[in-house]
């Protein structure tokens, strides 16, 4: 599985981004496609999940703290997970990953649940 993210860029505080995640290959073999995110001198974590399960929208998690801002969605036709990104603030700014498998519930906000990565993009947000 190959995954190509994009839609990174630099906003001011308040604004809003949307990333984007596409995937190639062996699509089959995975059923949830995640977004990470790590900023300077932190540890990479975990930012939503979107998983096949749950009918054409599919069952999403995100992390506490970001849930009310941002969005998970997927177009299935294009293989394609968003991350819509609203009231951004300075805090948001890391880069953004895009990863995808096949993970347990209990491990699918974990990243080492996820084999296949993207290659990142940056997200920088100006106060």
């Known amino acids: 599985v190959q995954l190509q993210a994009s839609g990174g860029g630099l906003v001011q505080a308040g604004g809003s981004l949307r990333l984007s995640c596409a995937g190639s290959?062996?699509?089959?073999?995975?059923?949830?496609m995640a977004w990470f995110r790590q900023a300077p001198g932190k540890e990479r974590e975990f930012v939503a999940v979107i998983r096949w399960s749950g009918g054409s929208n599919g069952n999403t998690f995100y992390r506490d703290s970001l849930k009310d801002r941002f969005t998970i969605s997927r177009d299935r036709a294009k293989n394609t997970v968003y991350l819509e990104m609203n009231s951004l603030k300075p805090e948001d700014t890391a880069v953004y990953y895009c990863?995808?498998?096949?993970?347990?519930?209990?491990?699918?906000?974990?990243?080492?649940?996820?084999?296949?990565w993207g290659q990142g993009t940056q997200v920088t947000v100006s106060s």
């Open positions: 990863a995808a498998g096949r993970p347990i519930t209990s491990s699918m906000r974990s990243d080492s649940a996820y084999p296949h």
């Open positions: 290959g062996s699509i089959f073999s995975i059923n949830a």
